[in-house]
């Protein structure tokens, strides 16, 4: 019954059920499109290679396909909508506690935004809506296996299936300081709903409710130049099953800093986040009050990020993108991994309507965790992207 708190909540916390309506690597929005009312689709492929020491080998692999919608009505009300379907493709030789193959496919929640722009004072009001339009009771095997794919190390376009109906309203804005300076924030509150997360057991599993609050600041420098820096806090409320309170997730904190220079015909940015997540409560069984874990199974992450665009021709702009990410040691699976990537994004306009955005991206590194995964594991991701997003 632990594994079962573990697999749930663990898929929860890694990949929430609004992740897609934040700033996210799986967020696939083009920078080259043109106005606020386009309808796009980003099908991708995804290939992870896990090696360990001992032999054991994980290879993990999915198709998947984003649509993305947006409508801007007028200046201040934008309406979206995003859904995923995928497939899931797992195999493992020569390991002893999972089946050699898994292999399902389905269809992801639906999120449904609207957005509201108050001009004076420049203010951002959002309602999103977690339609339950993705399968979320699996069998003991397909859970295990999303739970793989849902590990934060992979960051898989479609690490889920579904997860229940979800309420999210945030309020955002940006206030001038000075000619160089603008200061932003926001606050934003989710209640999730429960799902019954396994085929075979008529129980349900409720996330808890979460609340966010960032704050950022962006600076003028020179003619082309801006640097941004960013801090969020996330706390949560515990996660319910058979109403029984058995897990509470650790409250998150990251910070972000990053520098854009839009020149006239190129633009280039650098970026690092840092990332923590205070240790996590869990019971052993229901009815036992959630007890603080001994050891913070929460690895802390450093990504360092470099994009480069050259905006030479208005059919063709081509870009690059290199990334470092290190992950903590703990106990979690591929924690302690430390991962070098390149990849080139270029994107072609047929004409004023028609955007294709290409991605290409290979990831490469290891796995050292002594203390807890004694044999050293290499990671090799190769993944594909080609979408087609509309202008109307």
Sequence with gaps: MKKLFWLCAGVLMAWPVMAQQTSSSTTEDPQNVRNKRFAGIMPTYQSWDVEAASGEAFSLKQVSNQVLVYYQVNNQVLVSLRNAQGRFDASCEACLNMASSQ???????????????LPNPNLIFNATV???????????????????FSNQVLEFKMPVLGQGSALMTSISGAFPLSEQAVLGGGVSYIVNSGFKPLMDIEAEYKPGNEISADLGLNLKMGANGSLGMDAMITRYNEDYFVEKAVFKAGTKISTVLQYRQLNPTTEWSALVRYRSREKNAIASFVGEIPAEESINSNPAVMVARATYRMNLNKAFVPGFSAELRSYAATPAWLSGALLAGIGFEPEFRLNEKILIPLRVRFVSGTVSNQDYYPNTRSLRNLSASAGLYWSF
């Design 103 to 117: 292999a399902f496919s389905g269809a992801g929640d639906t999120q449904l935004s609207l957005s509201y722009r």
């Design 130 to 148: 977690n339609l339950p339009t993705g399968r979320s009771s699996l069998t003991s095997e397909e859970l295990e296996t999303v739970g793989l």
